[in-house]
């Protein structure tokens, strides 16, 4: 009897640990492996301490740019808090109306969030403020002639070292070889043994070199239709900070402007000269990006034409004098910008540190568009002002203007008589 109680109670136990075993065996079955094949009636959905990690496989989420809501439109209808329609200045409690959905917006300011347009340094009598700052760059030129002609014994080797000094500032063979047989013959006849006279000798023979009966005004107003200009040049030189200045020169003469962003390859091109533009109010045309240069140049005169203006700046993309097919481009966009009428200046923009290797670049961009005027830009970082000569020199084409600095009004008409001033400095 009690060994039958024995084996009853052994039995009980056993099956309540299988009980407990299988139990807890499927409390903790394992999640199944769902592959691609998967059923499409599974439910996926991870559940609580599941795996919520995203799959490598499952498509990524895109990226949207929100444009920014444009300004409201003070003279368009508007629609108040009350849902009447109105027109006008905005009341207190008007509803700013929602930009399209579907459109990507620029933001823009509101003509009354605008800042003032700025008032520019008057044209005349720029370069002779600037003139400290130029001479300080050209001591190198001047006062190294006027040590050298002053002294006691002009020798050979004095000649020689005055024909070096002319070399090193650009001011080109040429032009040195003449340069150097003026002054041996004037101090043959008039000599020249102090400072002073030296001075009046070297002003006069430079006078003569760089020259001052050249017509250097710019061609920025003409009967019956806006002047059309077209800014070219080498990348790096600083065509679109040079259109930007030139269209604050315009505008401190009381000027209307049209800016024409014409490299469209450059990126943010049009938007710094559209920047340079609203500081002084002038209106911007440009097109898309990567788009046809020509066809923004058309757009930009046309604009001129409509609104009155009276000049249109075209500022084109650089481009090396080596590549035929942008120099092509070029000649394009000079052809089509003709079909409004004829393209008055041609300006090239040259990097006076370059030097001698400017003269390169100005001489194909001559045979392909017919410059008529050169913009130095970096005078001022620069002891080789002598590219001046040079480059008038060898192109026949006339400095018109030259920058002297990074602000805003740094850029200047040039002026011969105060430019070979301040390479000889202050007169004693």
Known sequence: MELLILIVVIAVVVLATMGFVVGSAVRRRPRRAVGRGGRPDTDLSPGVGDDVEVPRDSATRTIDDVGLPAAPDVASPRVAATGAPTTGAPTTGDAAPAAPADTNLAPTLAPQQRPPAETP?????????????????????????????????????????????????????????????????????????????????????????????????????????????????????????????????????????????????????????????????????????????????????????????????????????????LMDELVKIKRVVGKHGPVDEVLLVLDATTGQNALVQARVFTEAVELSGVVLTKLDGTAKGGIVIAVQRELGVPVKLIGLGEGPDDLAPFEPEVFVDALLGEPV
Do not use: Y
């Not at 005055?162 to 006849?189: F, I, N, P, Q």
């Not at 059309?228 to 600083?238: C, K, S």
């Open 121 to 325: 340094a008057p044209a005349a009598g720029r370069l002779v403020r600037l003139r400290l700052r130029l001479a300080r760059s050209q001591n190198a030129l001047g006062r190294g002639l006027l040590t050298l002609l002053s002294g006691d014994n002009l020798d050979e080797e004095t000649w020689e070292d005055v024909e070096a000094t002319l070399l090193v500032a650009d001011v080109g063979v040429a032009a040195t070889s003449e340069l150097v047989a003026a002054l041996r013959e004037r101090t043959k006849v008039l000599g020249a043994r102090t400072p002073a006279q030296a001075r009046v000798m070297l002003r006069d023979e430079l006078l003569a070199q760089v020259g001052t009966a050249t017509d250097r005004s710019l061609r920025t107003s003409v009967p019956d239709r806006p002047a059309v200009v077209l800014v070219v040049g080498v990348n790096g030189t600083g065509k679109t900070t040079t259109c930007g200045k030139v269209a604050r020169l315009l505008v401190a003469e009381g000027r209307t402007v049209v800016l024409g962003a014409a490299d469209t390859f450059r990126a943010a091109a049009a938007d710094q000269l559209q920047t340079w533009g609203e500081r002084v109010g002038a209106v911007t045309v440009r097109g898309a990006e990567g788009g046809d240069p020509a066809s923004v140049a058309f757009d930009a005169v046309k604009q001129g034409i409509d609104s009155g203006a009276d000049t249109v700046l075209i500022d084109t993309a650089g481009r090396l004098h080596t590549k035929t097919g």
